[in-house]
């Protein structure tokens, strides 16, 4: 997986493609731990559930449906004021809970990504690997393999989200002046 630090990242920097004046910052809150909340299936191994199973790690809580599914269920619980409407709202919160996949997808390590579980439950990495992937624990990201993941999710993942990020607050800028 990519470090959890580095999902919300990824999601913060998709939501400045949404960004609108007043839009409330629990819509920021919710995109980013939208982006976290896959790996909550770690704990399952606490409970045996093995890696590869349904429900273990990387399978449907990252799944396109599962995505789709918070993305819903959050929108409607952050309710009309956020000051997005619901389409923009409910995509970005998709964008950023199915970004979890993608980004793990991208790793060199681990079994693959269930994108489209439960109707497939096969696992599926991208042709391109460049993120290191990170370990499970805390205590694993303060070793010498620690800093080589955190090296690659910097040129991976922080990188390309500033200039995403910049990408679109410059192109909202432009379009307000015009």
């Known amino acids: 997986m990519a470090s959890l630090v580095t999902h919300a ?4 920097a998709l939501g400045t493609a949404f960004y609108r004046p007043g839009t ?4 920021w809150v919710a995109g980013a731990l ?8 770690v704990l399952g191994f606490r409970f045996g559930v093995a890696y590869g199973d349904f429900f273990g790690h990387r399978g449907f ?10 993305a819903f269920l959050v929108a409607a619980a952050l309710g009309p004021r956020t000051g997005l409407s619901p389409g923009p709202l409910g995509a970005y919160l998709f964008l950023a809970a199915a ?12 079994l693959g990504v269930a994108f489209f ?7 599926y990495f991208l042709p391109w690997r460049p993120i290191a992937v990170s370990p499970i624990g805390v205590r694993r990201f303060f070793t010498a393999s620690g800093l080589l993941v955190f090296e ?26 015009t």
Do not use: C, I, Y
């Not at 990242?9 to 913060?12: C, D, E, I, Q």
């Not at 409330?24 to 819509?27: D, F, L, Q, S, T």
């Not at 579980?117 to 696992?123: A, E, G, I, T």
């Open 9 to 12: 990242v990824a999601a913060l």
């Open 152 to 177: 690659s999710e910097l040129v991976a993942v922080w990188l390309p989200a500033l200039v995403f990020a910049g990408a679109a607050l410059l192109s909202r800028g432009r379009r307000q002046r």
């Open 99 to 110: 970004s979890h996949g993608l980004l793990d997808a991208l790793t060199d390590g681990g």
């Open 61 to 70: 809580t990252h799944s396109l449906l599962f995505a789709a599914a918070l």
């Open 24 to 27: 409330a910052k629990r819509v």
């Open 117 to 123: 579980s439960p109707f497939d439950n096969r696992r």
């Open 34 to 41: 939208a982006s976290m909340l896959p790996d909550l299936d």
